[in-house]
């Protein structure tokens, strides 16, 4: 396992039971569909439509274009395809007003087969008579379910480089997200990196 990943993962000595370190944790108020919605408003936006189906149609539609997809797939898998772990959620509405007391309560032993267990309205401070859990389980992915979390070993790493030096050359697509850079990133880091590519690729629009 690379060293980077295990370092996202922070030890301590305390009785802290967050998952970081960081001084605000949280979701925004109303969820991330709040944030989107807000940010798109007055935009036209087209959901359930596969960019590959209809290609030379989307990069017509304006002279840049923002591609949130898996770059191998963008590049025909040209150097081979990069692997992915995936998961399987299996949600259940329970008559409780609360399961776990929590959010999120991580199961690190072997014998157990799921990793986690989400409580989605204590995200919120739920307050509904029923909740609502997802058990989380570790899958293999192939291309019938998503593709959750690179895997960001040697040889998946070598061949993203070679897509990305083919990324580089492109001057009207900017690759960006967890899938088109094959990285792993938090909510906030992706938040992060999109403004810092606004910053770069539209600075000379200001
Ligand atoms: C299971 C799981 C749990 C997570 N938990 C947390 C957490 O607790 N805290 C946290 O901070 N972060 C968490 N994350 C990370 C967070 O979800 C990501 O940082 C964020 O979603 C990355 O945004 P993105 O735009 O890169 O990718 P995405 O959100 O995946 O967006 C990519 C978009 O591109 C679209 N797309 C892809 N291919 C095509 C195509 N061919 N045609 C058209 N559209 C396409 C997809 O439909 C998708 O809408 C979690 C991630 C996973 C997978």
Same mark, same amino acid.
């Given at each position: 396992?690379? &060293?980077?990943?295990?370092?996202?993962?922070?030890?301590?000595?305390?009785?802290?039971?967050?998952?970081?370190?960081?001084?605000?944790?949280?979701?925004?108020?109303?969820g *991330?569909?709040?944030?989107?919605?807000?940010?798109?408003?007055?935009?036209?936006?087209?959901?359930n439509?596969?960019?590959?189906?209809?290609k !030379?149609?989307?990069?017509?539609?304006?002279?840049?274009?923002?591609?949130?997809?898996?770059?191998?797939? *963008? *590049?025909?898998?040209?150097?081979?395809?990069?692997?992915?772990?995936?998961?399987?959620?299996?949600q259940?509405?329970?008559?409780?007003?609360?399961?776990?007391?929590?959010?999120?309560?991580? $199961?690190?032993?072997?014998?157990?087969? $799921?990793?986690r267990?989400?409580?989605?309205?204590h995200? +919120?401070?739920?307050? =509904?008579p029923?909740?609502?859990?997802?058990?989380?389980?570790?899958a293999?992915?192939?291309?019938?379910? +998503?593709?959750?979390?690179?895997?960001?070993? =040697?040889?998946?790493? +070598?061949?993203?480089?070679?897509?990305? &030096?083919?990324?580089?050359?492109?001057?009207?697509?900017?690759?960006?997200?967890r899938?088109? !850079? $094959?990285?792993? $990133?938090?909510?906030h880091q992706?938040?992060?990196?999109?403004?810092?590519?606004?910053?770069?690729?539209?600075?000379? &629009?200001?």
């Amino acid at each position: 396992m690379p &060293a980077f990943i295990i370092k996202r993962l922070p030890v301590r000595f305390t009785y802290d039971n967050n998952y970081f370190n960081d001084a605000y944790q949280g979701i925004p108020i109303g969820g *991330y569909n709040k944030l989107t919605e807000g940010l798109l408003e007055g935009t036209e936006v087209r959901l359930n439509e596969n960019y590959f189906d209809n290609k !030379e149609y989307y990069d017509s539609l304006a002279p840049k274009i923002v591609f949130t997809g898996k770059i191998d797939q *963008y *590049y025909d898998y040209q150097f081979g395809k990069l692997q992915y772990r995936s998961l399987r959620f299996d949600q259940q509405t329970l008559d409780t007003d609360n399961y776990q007391g929590s959010a999120l309560v991580n $199961y690190t032993e072997r014998e157990i087969p $799921y990793t986690r267990i989400i409580e989605h309205k204590h995200f +919120e401070f739920g307050t =509904q008579p029923k909740t609502v859990i997802t058990h989380e389980h570790p899958a293999e992915w192939d291309e019938s379910n +998503e593709p959750f979390y690179p895997i960001n070993d =040697q040889l998946n790493n +070598e061949t993203y480089k070679k897509y990305k &030096a083919l990324a580089d050359e492109e001057h009207n697509v900017i690759f960006g997200g967890r899938l088109a !850079e $094959y990285r792993y $990133y938090d909510m906030h880091q992706i938040i992060g990196s999109a403004l810092k590519k606004v910053e770069t690729h539209f600075a000379e &629009a200001n």
